[in-house]
């Protein structure tokens, strides 16, 4: 016995000491498991130009331990802070990471249309810090509790960016009270449906009264709806099929078939239900986000007039709807088809008003890509192919560049891209440079110009089908940082991928 010990104690002090020595020579401190580019937790990013929610200013931002612990204005910096863990950024724009509330990134079961680490990868070199999931695309979609453990399995260390889900509102679960109530227990951050088919066979679409039975659910979780809001209408014409204009490969043929009454239509709809979530409605709590919107003409006159009522209702339209418009999309370019669909530029300039006007509330990607092949676009096939966008990388400095045009500010930004999609989602601790706040931030060049082409390093999986390919754009992204990890910097990633799953709670 003794002898066994007199063997094992050096054996043991041996450990100790090695184990004493890796600690100090790498503390976790400073080597913060690869999570991040940067050797340090306690430092200060500085620029001419932070966006906060008082406006923009000079100074520094202080972030300790993933959090922001002070915003110092350039004539107070001096004496506050540690010139040796200072980041200075000079002119380039230091705004909250953008929170994107709509991305298809199809994974479990279809990631060989995305999947999570590429998706998050390119979120995180577009200065996407945080990005709510869809329910559909990726098999089985996300309708139960079951099926989101699937979802946060398939995403958990395979996240460069943080990552929130949408649960799926589907006739099969709208009914049953329990059923929602486990999965919104389960942590989703609200819940989506469809008014029209989704395209997608376990996604199969709600009316009215599912989406009333939703609401109720939602009203105590204090979570919203979100919905496409698109009603199949008997088509006016025949889509020319007797005056030979039908051609499939033209784009013109496939916009006739979703026409704006489509969303008019569901609007009216959902607007009946809206009116309950008024202060002392039967469903005050609840509330109704309709997504992507693409027609800013009736459908959005009624969602002014529900807002001025008083209805707990919100807007988000897409940077597509606002880059491109109908007349300009080449025959048979298939990367173009979305639902609903690309309009005409009278109704782009229009969008924009309302935008600018506070009309829509905010943007997202809604980045839904798939295999080229499902593209068709050697055939141009518009009535055919998956209809879709792939943007999730490009849409800041899409959104700026086309944006010029209009005068768009920093301070809107921050607003459409973070403020406003972080409240959507429940965040209170995301969305803008604040005291206390998740340092999620995104550091980018407004006056650098870049050709988007096949040399652009690109990391969604399919960077070929997206409409973004051959254009110029203004606004580069040069760093992006999650909860204080420097995730991304000058075209390279954190070797860790440590973007969380979130969940409501
Ligand atoms: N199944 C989809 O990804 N659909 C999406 N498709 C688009 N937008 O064309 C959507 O959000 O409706
Ligand atoms: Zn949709
Ligand atoms: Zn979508």
Not at 76 to 101: F, R, T
Not at 139 to 147: A, I, K, Q
Not at 298 to 305: G, Q, V, Y
């Amino acid at each position: 016995m003794e002898a066994l010990q007199w063997r094992i104690l050096p054996l043991l002090t041996m450990i100790a000491s090695f184990l004493l020595f890796f600690y100090f020579q790498y503390p976790s401190q400073q080597y913060p498991t690869n999570c991040s580019l940067l050797p340090f937790q306690h430092y200060w990013i500085a620029s001419k130009h932070i966006v906060t929610p008082q406006g923009v200013i000079s100074g520094a931002v202080e972030i300790k331990d993933g959090k922001i612990a002070s915003i110092v204005k350039e004539e107070e910096k001096h004496g506050k802070i540690k010139s040796e863990n200072v980041i200075d950024y000079g002119e380039a724009v230091v705004m909250p990471g953008l929170i994107d509330v709509h991305a298809h990134l199809d994974d479990p079961g279809r990631a060989e249309w995305e999947g999570f680490p590429s998706g998050t990868k390119a979120a995180a070199a577009g200065g996407i810090t945080t990005l709510v999931d869809m329910p559909l695309n990726s098999e089985p979609s996300t309708v139960s509790r079951e099926t989101l453990e699937l979802k946060i399995k398939a995403a958990e260390s395979r996240i460069y960016v943080d990552v929130g889900f949408w649960g799926g509102l589907v006739p099969e679960n709208a009914f049953n009270a329990s059923a929602l109530e486990d999965l919104l227990d389960a942590g989703v951050l609200g819940l989506k449906s469809f008014m029209c088919p989704s395209g997608i066979n376990d996604f199969p679409m709600t009316n009215a009264s599912h989406i009333k039975e939703g609401l109720s659910v939602l009203a105590k979780y204090r979570r919203p709806l979100l919905v496409h809001a698109e009603k199949v209408q008997e088509l006016e014409s025949n889509l020319g099929v007797e005056d030979g204009s039908n051609n499939p490969r033209s784009y013109s043929t496939y916009l006739k078939t979703r026409p704006p009454s489509w969303e008019e239509a569901a609007i009216e709809d959902l607007l009946t239900l809206t009116k309950d979530t008024r202060i002392g409605g039967p469903a005050e709590g609840a509330h109704l986000h309709i997504v992507h919107l693409s027609d800013s003409r009736s459908s959005l006159n009624l969602i002014k007039e529900a807002k001025s009522g008083g209805d707990s209702l919100t807007v988000e339209t897409c940077p597509h709807y606002l880059a491109f418009s109908s007349e300009e999309i080449p025959d048979g370019d298939t990367r173009f088809k979305c639902s609903p669909p690309i309009r005409d530029a009278a109704n782009k300039e229009k969008l924009w008003e309302a935008l600018l006007g506070g009309h829509v509330d905010m943007l997202s990607s809604d980045h839904s890509p798939t295999l080229p092949e499902l593209k068709l676009l050697d055939d141009g096939d518009f009535l055919r192919a998956w209809g879709g966008i792939s943007s999730l990388q490009f849409v800041l400095p899409v959104t700026w560049s086309y944006g010029q045009k209009y005068g768009v500010t920093l301070q809107q930004l921050a607003l459409w891209w973070s403020e406003r999609p972080a409240r959507l989602a429940g965040q209170k601790l995301k969305g803008a440079i604040a005291i206390g706040n998740h340092a999620d931030i995104v550091v980018w060049d407004p006056d650098v110009e870049f050709d988007l082409d096949n040399e652009f390093p690109t990391h969604v999986k399919h960077p070929g089908i997206s409409a973004y390919l051959g254009t110029k754009l203004s606004g580069r992204v040069a760093a992006t940082f999650v909860r204080g990890n420097l995730v991304f910097e000058e075209g390279k990633h954190a070797p860790a991928l440590c973007g969380v799953p979130i969940l409501a709670s």
